[in-house]
């Protein structure tokens, strides 16, 4: 009788439990998917307030060797910012200079220093820590421009760029293999809707491609030259988010987990080395509508520390949460 009661007392509280996660979901301004919802939380807490005033959006998140973070603001006044160990915040690049037009987006570091910046306007800037000799090369191939939004560096110290465009009536973005000064350009994955994040395994052998307009994370399997694709049968649709478009960019740790970073939703979606969902990030202020646009990541090498780029309501925002392993070594930090 008294295992009877304690078997009946333990579905009650685990029913009680789950009640109160569904209703807190029903009064969030953003809920959680249904098949999400179950899954372990991670709270992400503010760590630094870039601009409190305005709705701007960050974008790009690297760390370089001596722990300086640099972020980009995608949308004016289109910055890129170098935030240091004791959180100063340094404008080392103004666009407007450029071109007003210039969105900037993603960033990634090279092993010689330069901080490289994806632009939507198809420039490839690089430059040095400080944000002095910057080069611009238009990136092209076959003469279409690439929309750049998100980049990386494999261990060659070549680059994938994802091409920003396309939908489902028009797939025509895709992911580049570009060297280092631009001048070589060759499609990796093409008729892609809208690609956004791209992220490399830690063996380099599995491409994980995150789609916009097509709301959804792809796995892409690479040959043993970590360039070319083992073929059609190894490129799949792992996972479709429900509701409207909100992949952006995604980072891998050392266990091989993909965090995807989810626009306008204030959280990012871990999955596992073999794309299941396994936890989720959420950003305080979130359920009621604040700094949902978590566009990026960044993780800092040597630690278990995540950065999430953030800003909407409320302003932009940087906020920080625990990994679930390692950050991986980075071409920069070699």
């Known amino acids: 009788m008294k295992r009877s009661f304690g078997i009946i007392a333990f579905i009650v509280l685990a029913f009680s439990f789950l009640h109160s996660e569904v209703n807190a979901q029903q009064k969030s301004v953003v809920p959680l998917p249904p098949d999400l919802a ?3 939380t991670i709270w992400a807490e503010p760590w630094l307030s870039i601009d409190a005033d305005h709705l701007p959006s960050l974008e790009g998140g690297s760390f370089d060797r001596q722990g300086n973070l640099y972020v980009t603001h995608s949308l004016p006044p289109r910055t ?3 935030v240091d160990a004791q959180k100063h915040v340094t404008t080392i690049f103004d666009a407007k200079d450029v071109d007003p037009n210039m969105g ?3 960033t990634a570091i090279h092993k010689d220093g330069r901080i490289f910046v994806c632009t939507t306007t198809g420039e490839l800037l690089s430059m040095n820590p400080d944000g002095s000799n910057v080069n611009i090369v238009k990136l092209a191939y076959k003469g279409k421009i ?3 939004n998100d980049l990386l560096f ?3 110290g070549n680059l994938f760029v994802t091409d920003f465009v396309g939908n489902m009536g028009d797939p025509s973005g895709g992911v580049y293999y570009v060297s280092a000064d631009g001048k070589s350009v060759q499609p990796v994955l093409t008729h892609l809707m809208s690609p956004n994040g791209v992220s490399l ?5 599995t491409l994980w491609i995150a789609e916009t307009a ?3 994370l792809i796995r892409a399997d690479l040959l043993d030259d970590g360039v070319t694709l083992k073929g059609n049968q190894f ?3 792992v996972y479709h988010e429900t509701g409207w478009n909100g992949m952006d960019s995604n980072r891998v740790d050392a266990d091989g987990n993909v965090y995807q970073a989810m626009h306008g939703q204030g959280r990012i979606l871990v999955f596992n080395k073999l794309g299941i969902p396994i936890a989720n990030i959420l950003v305080r202020g979130r359920d009621e509508g604040r700094f949902l646009n978590t566009n990026n990541l960044a993780f800092k090498p040597g630690t278990k520390e995540g950065y999430i780029m953030a800003g909407g309501v409320g302003g932009a925002i940087i906020f920080k949460f625990e990994m679930l392993a390692p950050a991986l070594p980075l071409f920069s930090h070699q």
């Open 146 to 148: 690439l929309v750049q």
């Open 214 to 216: 097509g709301n959804a």
């Open 104 to 106: 900037l987006n993603g």
């Open 235 to 237: 490129v799949s649709y």
């Open 38 to 40: 179950g899954l372990p």
């Open 154 to 156: 494999d261990a060659k």
């Open 201 to 205: 395994s830690p063996d380099g052998k």
């Open 80 to 82: 890129l910012l170098k």
